[in-house]
């Protein structure tokens, strides 16, 4: 365990201090994405059963009313589902954002070096590139995999909200 934290502070150390906010970045933002696929799993079911038996308790199902009464139990239980979908979305695109900045800040310290010590020195040289191609990284994999997985939460609520509504449709 002890070899595992190193290998992760070292890998740090060779990112800079931008890929430790592109971690801390990446853990909040998947712990959001556990918390909503949790909530799928366990809590829309609640919700939506509650919603249900609601709209089944009602002697009224057929007038304007009714309608507009069952849309409003629609939207309350969609906008739910999409509770921190847009905070999410906004992490996805922050992630390469944070990575180019890496980049920048990484290739600002090989400048630094070729200014001090002209470009014969290779080995400064490289470790100023690690530390811009790896932050890069690290933003363009948290990124892709933030955005496959909110877009399988959109299309989860999406088809959750359809099933709901369907359901209230074959109660009329």
Known sequence: MIDFLNAIRDFVETGGQVLLAIGILIFVMWLMILERIFYYSRGHQQVKKA???????????????????????????????????????????????????????????????????????????????????????????????GVFATTWLQRTAKRERMKLEDRMLLEH
């Open 51 to 145: 919603a249900l038996a609601d709209w089944q308790a009602r002697a009224d199902k057929s007038s304007w009313r009714a309608e507009q009464i069952r849309q409003a139990m629609i939207s309350r239980v969609s906008i739910a589902l999409g509770g921190r979908l847009p905070i999410l979305q906004a992490m996805v695109a922050l992630c390469p954002l944070l990575g180019l900045m890496g980049t920048v800040t990484g290739m600002i310290e090989v400048f630094d070096v070729m200014a001090i010590s002209g470009t014969g020195n290779a080995r400064s040289m490289a470790a100023g590139v690690s530390k811009a191609t790896i932050p890069t990284m690290a933003g363009m994999v948290g990124a892709l995999s």
